[in-house]
């Protein structure tokens, strides 16, 4: 460890853990994203809030910039290290500290990940109800740091409102106590709900206190086959009359083929162009009937073709495989992901336009799409040709999300729905944001982090 | 051509985590998923899987509990099954009582062939589909992997302790289900539809003329004890002293 910054940082911090190994570096240089070669200075693993400050200040100190680390299973390279940056990976700071059960929070370290927090909710009788399927390794500061929403968002909302009280170390160092757990306060600016979705440019998130719900009742799980995208918030709107939905989701025939071939089981005997799954509260045997009366409803009307049920926790896990399956099934042909939203109202209208863009835009390639669409959330994905260089695809895929970000401006829409802008979305911001909005962000980071040192690079 | 009946009880998901009731009485199941019998859905499959292949003509599922098991049963219908026998009664049934009552069904309906699960993962108890074969007075073929049907026979492989047994047994039969017997089918819903026309027989147990009467009595249920937490130790020495102490070296 020749480097005298590590030097001074590990004469400050003697009992901090550092790693420089090439390997690690690599490793916890980069997220999901493949697209950027990782080049971090070095791997820092604070056990302690006073230890996370030490550095903060030492990267003051030395003009070093942080990129704050969670699970790194991010999709817009927001957690990326490939310019000489520290990570600061908060993985041992994955406790949780205390349970009120009167005010029904949980607060945890941020580096606890999301299913270590349903597990821990869960021995309270209680449920974090934020949910997708990264759960296993994201962590509860990466939540944070990008609004995650997921699968539930339909009924729960986004990370935001569940995020009771925030501790935080800001770009300077100091440690701030954000709303401490309070349902009301009326006293200022709301800087928890500031850090949430700030992607790891105003501080870092050390400690969370969670909000936990009730368990929902006893829920079923459907599959549905659909002739056409037009059918899609037919049944949405049909399905949302009757039910109370906890999760409705869509994918396309391609994303049923990937994720099959990727070992999920097949539920329903024939091919079909589009799928949804969706889950509803079905504590009774009128809850059944009201699911069934939609289906027919949905079948009368030729929004649906055909439809399974899951009868069983067993097989309602096999029919969510093949919805949460999707990103992991895709992996393998890197591909070039939009998550993009626009209201629900503006779907439909929105939809066509797309459709009939990206089939123009993209003949010669695979496009994926699936994503929560009761949410008006879309996840497009582009998969790469193998014979195609990295770089040639996403110059090429480039070209249309220009077009795309083109597309949700004049629907009102979002370039990124839950995955943060982080590199990957930088030169977009633009469409989703005004001049005067982008402005502002940056007066706001400058008050935090007047030095720049967090995340530099990232959002904006 | 042969008809085939089967068993399908309902019992808490194997997903779900049982909890005690707080006064020791049973197991708590408000507002707890109950689903198929996971052996008794497998049993189906293949009775359906059979009568596809043109082996049977029917495929009949039979429930014996109280009267909310009618819906359980649709969604056997909804599966395949062609029809269905409710036998009603709000007591909890025992293996022999279970036993006795399909032998009064099978003397109705003459069966070819009984598929049941070979144990439900609610008592586990492993004894209704041998008991029904000894009352029957008929073979049995139990944790089957593997069915195959041909000239009056059935050929099952079964899993056993020391690996795999296949043996021949005539016709008519009891079959129980291994877990890998197959991998059950999802219910489509246009079947849900269907299901609703198909036949439900409601058979009061009272009615059978089967000895119900409690041959075990269930006195207290209680969660099995906790597992005490761990200690760490130093190092080997430490590790070793600590085994010695507790009499394990």
Redesign the interface.
């Known amino acids: 460890m020749t480097d005298p910054r590590l030097a001074d940082l590990q004469a400050s911090l003697p009992n901090l853990r550092l790693l420089t190994e090439p390997g690690d570096l690599e490793h916890y240089g980069r997220d999901w994203t493949r697209r950027w070669t990782p080049a971090p200075l070095a791997i820092a693993l604070p056990s302690s809030v006073e230890e996370v400050q030490e550095v903060m200040r030492w990267a003051n100190r030395q003009g070093v910039a942080v990129v704050p680390s969670g699970g790194r299973t991010g999709l817009s390279g927001g957690a990326v290290a490939a310019q000489g940056e520290l990570v600061l990976s908060l993985q041992r700071m994955n406790r949780a500290l205390a349970f009120e059960a009167a005010d029904r929070t949980l607060t945890v370290q941020a580096g606890m990940t999301l299913q270590q927090a349903h597990e821990a909710a869960r021995g309270h009788g209680l449920i974090y109800p934020v949910d997708f399927a990264a759960r296993g390794s994201c962590s509860i500061g990466g939540n944070v740091a990008t609004n995650a929403g997921g699968i539930r968002v339909i009924r729960y909302g986004n990370t935001r409102e569940w995020i009771a009280g925030l501790k935080v170390v800001a770009g300077n160092g100091e440690l701030l106590e954000l709303n401490r757990g309070l349902i009301k306060n009326s006293s200022g600016y709301d800087l928890r709900q500031l850090m949430i979705g700030s992607e790891g440019t105003l501080g870092i998130v050390v400690e969370a206190t969670l909000k936990l719900a009730e368990p929902p ?2 829920s079923q799980v ?3 086959a659909l002739p056409h995208m037009d059918a899609l918030m037919q049944v949405f709107a049909a399905f949302r009359a009757r039910l109370s939905l906890q999760a409705f989701e869509f994918f396309t025939a391609l994303a049923l083929k990937h994720v099959l071939a990727h070992g999920a ?1 097949r ?3 024939g091919d079909y162009p589009y799928y949804v799954v969706c889950e509803f509260d079905a ?1 009774d ?1 009128a809850a059944r009937d009201a699911a ?1 009366a939609a ?2 409803q949905a ?1 009368e009307q030729g929004w649906v073709l ?10 309602a ?3 969510w495989r093949l919805r949460e399956g999707i990103t992991e099934s895709l992996a393998p042909h890197r591909p070039y992901k939009n998550d993009i939203s626009v209201r629900i109202g503006a779907v439909p209208a929105f939809l066509h336009e797309m459709q009939a863009l990206l089939t123009q835009a993209y003949p010669q390639f695979e496009v994926v799409w699936f994503g929560h669409i009761g949410d008006g959330n879309l996840h497009i994905n582009v998969l790469k040709p193998q014979a195609l260089a990295d770089a040639e695809f996403i110059a090429q895929c480039e070209q249309v999300t220009k077009l795309l970000a083109a597309t949700l401006q004049r629907h009102g829409g979002s370039i990124s729905a839950e995955h943060g802008i982080g590199l990957v979305k930088r030169p977009y911001l633009e469409s989703t944001r005004s001049a005067a909005e982008i402005a502002l962000m940056r007066g706001v980071r400058q008050v935090f982090d007047p030095h720049g040192i967090l995340n530099p690079g990232k959002l904006f | 051509m042969m008809k085939i009946l089967v068993g399908y009880k309902r019992v808490v998901d194997y997903n779900v985590r049982i909890q005690v009731k707080p006064d020791g009485t049973g197991v708590v199941t408000d507002g707890v998923k109950l689903s198929a019998n996971p052996f008794d859905d497998i049993a189906l499959e293949e009775a359906l899987r059979l009568r596809e292949k043109g082996l049977a003509e029917e495929v009949v599922v039979v429930g014996i509990g109280p009267s909310d098991l009618t819906a359980h049963l649709r969604n056997g219908l909804a599966m395949g099954a062609n029809r269905a026998i409710h036998v009603v009664t709000a007591d909890a049934v025992q293996p022999l009582t279970a036993a006795r009552t399909l032998l009064k069904l099978v003397e109705k309906e003459q069966p070819g062939l009984v598929i049941l699960g070979k144990q439900a993962i609610d008592d586990d108890a492993n004894q209704t589909g041998q008991m029904l074969a000894a009352l029957w007075d008929r073979p049995q073929a139990t944790f089957a992997s593997k069915v195959e049907i041909a000239d009056g026979k059935a050929t099952v492989t079964r899993e056993v302790d020391a690996g795999l047994e296949v043996i021949s047994v005539d016709l008519p039969a009891v079959v129980t289900s291994d877990l890998r017997l197959n991998e059950p089918r999802f219910i489509k819903l246009p079947d849900i539809m269907k299901a609703k026309s198909k036949p439900i027989d409601l058979i009061e147990l009272a009615t059978l003329g089967v000895d119900s009467g409690d041959h075990l009595k269930t006195t207290h249920y209680a969660a099995p004890a906790k597992r005490s937490k761990g200690v760490m130790v130093k190092d080997a020495a430490e590790l070793v002293a600590a085994l010695k102490q507790k009499g394990l070296l």
């Not at chain 1, 055909?306 to 097989?315: K, L, N, P, R």
């Open positions: 009742p006893p459907m599959l549905l089981q539920a329903l005997d504590a045997e069934l289906f027919e079948v055909d439809g399974a049920i899951a009868q069983s926790e067993a097989q896990a096999a029919l």
